[in-house]
């Protein structure tokens, strides 16, 4: 009995102290499920392996002393620089590690960066060229998807990290809802181009396609501007006015009613002291 007890109150308290997540606080608590999806996408999933070969299998055996040891995938420490959200890097990142240029030396910090290229990609659903930073891996994966556009649309937010590629993205999914205006002019092609990317429209309803690409203090920013559109005060001054025009429309419409009365009571009057006029019929 006591131990249960003790089990009882110490689940509670693991309950009551339990580490709360950045959803859980302030503003935060009010950010609707469709950007929680998005940073889920986002931030928690883990990526795909860009710099290191997975291994499937959870064991392997060591060739020289023959002892099974457990495999563990434990990812390269990765460097985000903030020149990554100006480009499309496909993935890569600059790596932090260490070299031992020689023997007798010890190892020394360093850092890996990717090759960078500046080239051009076209956009079919945008109807535009674009200029942006790429690596060698991003030119691939595009050739791969067969096209800029399904490259972004297949690719989920943890691979592309990139903010200007969510961005893309964003903008994308717009064009594709709003059934490529921008392609207004060709008719033919717009419904061809339409045919073959809204499959990529099931996958996401509009609230998450406008909660989508926005970085944290964005999503912030935009809930805090709801909010002070909600509970927007009105200046008294705009409700004395309502009320003033109000009621002089109402003593205007009574004054009217009165008016007309008087004629009504002023013209059976005359008519009864008009000796040609007619009689009324008993």
């Known amino acids: 009995m006591a131990s249960s007890r003790i089990q009882a109150t110490v689940r509670q308290l693991s309950n009551t102290f339990k580490k709360k997540s950045r959803f859980d606080i302030g503003i935060a608590s009010e950010l609707p499920p469709a950007y929680k999806k998005f940073w889920r996408e986002w931030k928690v999933l883990k990526p795909a392996a860009v710099h290191f070969i997975p291994q499937e299998s959870k064991w392997k055996r060591d060739e020289l002393t023959g002892e099974t040891l457990p495999v563990q995938n434990v990812p390269l420490p990765l460097k985000h620089p903030v020149e990554l959200h100006e480009g499309i890097w496909g993935g890569e990142a600059v790596i932090k590690g260490f070299q031992k240029r020689s023997e007798q030396r010890r190892r020394v910090p360093h850092y890996w960066v990717p090759v960078l290229k500046r080239t051009v ?57 709003n059934g490529c205006p921008r392609h207004a002019n060709n008719p033919q092609k717009q419904k061809e181009i339409y045919e073959e990317y809204k499959t990529y429209l099931s996958s996401y309803t509009p609230e998450e396609i406008e909660w989508y690409g926005l970085t944290w203090y964005e999503a912030l920013s935009k809930v805090a501007k709801q909010k002070e559109a909600q509970n927007k005060p ?37 008519s009864k002291m008009n000796p040609f006029g007619k009689k009324d019929e008993a």
């Open 121 to 177: 990609v076209r956009s079919e659903v945008l109807n535009t060229h674009l200029s942006v930073t790429v690596t060698d891996r991003t030119i691939n994966l595009i050739n791969d998807h067969y096209g800029f556009d399904h490259y972004l649309l297949k690719t989920p937010a943890c691979d592309l990290v990139s903010m200007l590629a969510l961005k893309l993205k964003k903008q994308i999914l717009i064009e594709l809802m």
């Open 234 to 270: 009105v200046p008294l001054k705009n409700i004395y006015r309502k009320k003033l025009v109000e009621k002089l429309k109402a003593s205007e419409t009574e004054n009217k009613n009165d008016a007309t009365e008087e004629i009504s009571t002023t013209t059976s009057w005359l």
